[in-house]
T-cell receptor, first 115, second 115 residues
Framework: AQSVTQLGSHVSVSEGALVLLRCNYS??????LFWYVQYPNQGLQLLLK??????LVKGINGFEAEFKKSETSFHLTKPSAHMSDAAEYFC?????????????FGKGTHLIIQP | EPEVTQTPSHQVTQMGQEVILRCVPI?????FYWYRQILGQKVEFLVS????????KSEIFDDQFSVERPDGSNFTLKIRSTKLEDSAMYFC?????????????FGPGTRLTVL
């Protein structure tokens, strides 16, 4: 079974500041990890994914995440926040990249950007 | 760019009524999923569908739920007798073959309100 914990239901940063959204996972098998973003009144959009290749993963909109097996973490970062980054961010885990496995999501982190 | 579409965007129904939520997955995809997100809570996996049958389902997906792929393009979720607690955003997702076989692409969601 897999699970995801996202620390901080709300994170507030100033425009131009570093964004750090935390995600820790639990998985009995090597995980596939994903970050999705949800803008208001929209669906889930894939930001980036880890699928057992490079541990530092780059995604869209300047976001990146680093898989750390020893810490069971997959934190999302962006060097400089932009107002358009304000959204809900979800970390998710899957037991495999194939098959019909559903994703297990964290509770989400609402990112607030202060001008 | 191909995308998952869902109709309607918002459905209001009376408790006890049947509803059908519709999804058109990306055309060459083979795996289909339904998730739900109760307001303020995390996204939860309901069911996955492959080769015209259910592959996996969660505890939430009880006998009141059913899924169907009635033709080559649509994928539907039926709730037989809606309850107040079924009020949620329902997301459809699909996954295919090729470069991004491990990525689920989500639709914009259908907001179901049960009165």
């Amino acid at each position: 079974a897999q699970s995801v914990t996202q620390l901080g239901s709300h994170v507030s940063v100033s425009e131009g500041a570093l964004v750090l959204l935390r995600c820790n996972y639990s998985s009995s098998v090597p995980p596939y990890l994903f970050w999705y973003v949800q803008y208001p009144n929209q669906g889930l959009q894939l930001l980036l994914k880890y699928t057992s290749a490079a541990t530092l993963v780059k995604g869209i909109n300047g976001f990146e995440a680093e898989f750390k097996k020893s810490e069971t973490s997959f934190h999302l970062t962006k060097p400089s926040a932009h107002m358009s980054d304000a959204a809900e961010y979800f970390c998710a885990v899957s037991a495999s990249g194939g098959g019909a496995d559903g994703l297990t999501f964290g509770k989400g982190t609402h990112l607030i950007i202060q001008p | 760019e191909p995308e998952v579409t869902q109709t309607p965007s918002h459905q209001v129904t009376q408790m006890g009524q049947e509803v059908i939520l519709r999804c058109v997955p990306i055309s060459n995809h083979l795996y289909f999923y339904w998730y739900r997100q109760i307001l303020g809570q995390k996204v939860e996996f309901l069911v996955s569908f492959y080769n015209n049958e259910i592959s996996e389902k969660s505890e939430i997906f009880d006998d009141q739920f059913s899924v169907e792929r009635p033709d080559g393009s649509n994928f539907t979720l039926k709730i037989r007798s809606t309850k107040l607690e079924d009020s949620a955003m329902y997301f459809c997702a699909s996954r295919g073959l090729g470069v991004s076989t491990d990525t689920q692409y989500f639709g914009p969601g259908t907001r179901l309100t049960v009165l």
